[in-house]
């Protein structure tokens, strides 16, 4: 029984770790999102969007902000989060301003 428990203790050490230190690897064709900011409204959002678009940055947009589904008091304060390719960061928080 000891045994299952130093083993069980040791994934749940080792799992995280490796995984925080990059050791997971993305996908062929997959590109790596860097997160610009979270919008507090879908019209904050659509102004970000619009903005990246105009200075030629594709954007991808998350709703975190659903209370429906949040346990009571776990809701962001923030609808949308805007991600954008990270070779375009630098960029994407220049013509929003940041």
Do not use: C
Not at 69 to 91: F, L, N
């Amino acid at each position: 029984m000891i045994w299952w428990a130093l083993l069980i203790g040791i994934i749940l050490l080792i799992v995280p770790v490796l995984w925080l230190t990059g050791i997971r690897k993305r996908k062929a064709g997959q590109t790596e999102m860097a997160l610009v900011g979270a919008a507090a409204g879908e019209a904050e959002m659509q102004t970000w969007v619009a903005a990246l678009r105009a200075s030629g940055i594709r954007a991808h947009v998350i709703n975190v902000g659903d209370a429906r589904w949040a346990p009571e008091g776990m809701s962001s304060p923030y609808g949308y989060e805007v991600w954008v390719p990270a070779r375009d960061e630098t960029r994407a928080r220049r013509a929003l301003g940041f």
